[in-house]
């Protein structure tokens, strides 16, 4: 693999992470971390861990990202912290 | 306070990563995990159980004890979050805001508590209180690749022998193809098609299935998860045995996660209340 693409892949996780941090919209917050675990099954399947990639696009860019939005669709949109 | 958490967090972020330098480098061939233990799998995974997927065969053979107490864990927490979350008494403002549409005109009708339709409900749909307009281009593009989706978790299940996937995937894809049909249509068509007691059910039943296959092999004499001893009870050599095994708790492992998946989604998306939602 090309440590290049590599690097900015990990560049972009660390950039979605402090952006879901940052972010007052809360949709736009678990999009952004379905960004993040979209990029980090990315990582696993550059590693080797098909397995593991496997499970995080299922579970963590999938139904991870419609429970937040089923919880934001429940509550409130805009975070006050 | 919040200075000091940051101060905390940076602290012990650091220390961690301090931490890791101590680990042997990705893909060591000389770290430990290499010398000891990672070969006697590649050697002998195939020979033991006659499962090409290492990793399953880990995670479901070597490892199983492992992998029941994670499917314990998942039905924990989709039990606690039922119990977070559910609304077991229904208030008599949702009770009474039945919210009823005709189809030909497009009038909505509030029926309040005790009350009936007067046409009967042919005529009518319950709406949501945040009604949606029907959009067929949604509908039938999501009912058009459903089955799709459920035959792929099935195959991923099955196939976990022989490429990466398995129970936990499975039966997040299947439940995800449940999901996206609660998302498409509404929910009380999917309660509909999988009622919320049949969700709690399937949990407990996925578990069962893992952990009675232990105890079988308890019973026929064998150790427990190990599936060699289930060889007489379904005709085959004992190392084939242990192949059927790990399908067996992977179907379980599936059934488990699929039901906790849409169970929890029945909760967050309705709040509760189990009648109208995402």
Known sequence: MIWQLEFIILLLVVVCAFAALKVRDLLGAAVLFSIYSFLMCLLWAIMGAVDVAFTEASVGAGVSTVFFVAAVFRTTRRSRD | ?278
Not at chain 2, 31 to 51: E, F, G, M, N, W
């Open chain 2, 1 to 278: 306070m919040k200075r000091l958490g940051l101060l905390a967090v940076i602290l012990f972020g650091a220390l961690l990563v301090y931490g890791t330098t101590d680990f042997p480098d990705w893909g060591d061939p000389s770290s430990p995990a290499a010398t000891h233990l990672s070969p006697y799998y590649i050697q002998h995974s195939l020979h033991d159980t006659a499962v090409p997927n290492i990793v399953t065969a880990v995670l479901a053979d070597y490892r199983g004890y492992d992998t029941m107490f994670e499917t314990a864990v998942i039905f924990t927490a989709g039990l606690a979050c039922l119990f977070l979350l559910r609304v077991f008494i229904t208030p008599k403002e949702t009770e009474a805001s039945g919210l009823y549409r005709h189809r030909a005109t497009g009038i909505t009708l509030r029926i309040g508590q005790g009350g009936r339709l007067p046409l009967g409900t042919r005529e009518f749909e319950r709406i949501d209180s945040q009604w949606v307009p029907y959009d067929l281009i949604i509908r039938t593009a999501c009912s058009l690749v459903l089955p799709f989706i459920q035959l792929f978790a099935l195959y991923v299940v099955a196939h976990g022998h022989h490429s990466p996937g398995g129970g936990f995937q499975g039966g997040v894809i299947f439940g995800a193809a449940l999901i996206l049909f609660a998302i498409s249509h509404n929910l009380r068509t999917t309660l509909k098609a999988m009622p919320e007691k049949r969700t709690n059910i399937l949990t407990g039943t996925g578990v069962l299935i893992y952990v009675g296959t232990g105890v079988l092999c308890l019973l026929l004499g064998g150790q427990f998860l190990d599936y060699a001893a289930l060889a007489g009870l379904l005709g085959v050599d004992p190392v084939m045995a242990r192949s059927h095994g790990i399908l067996i708790v992977e179907i379980g492992v599936a059934i488990a996660v699929m039901a906790v998946m849409v169970s929890l989604y029945y909760n967050l998306a309705s709040a509760g209340h189990m009648d109208e939602g995402l």
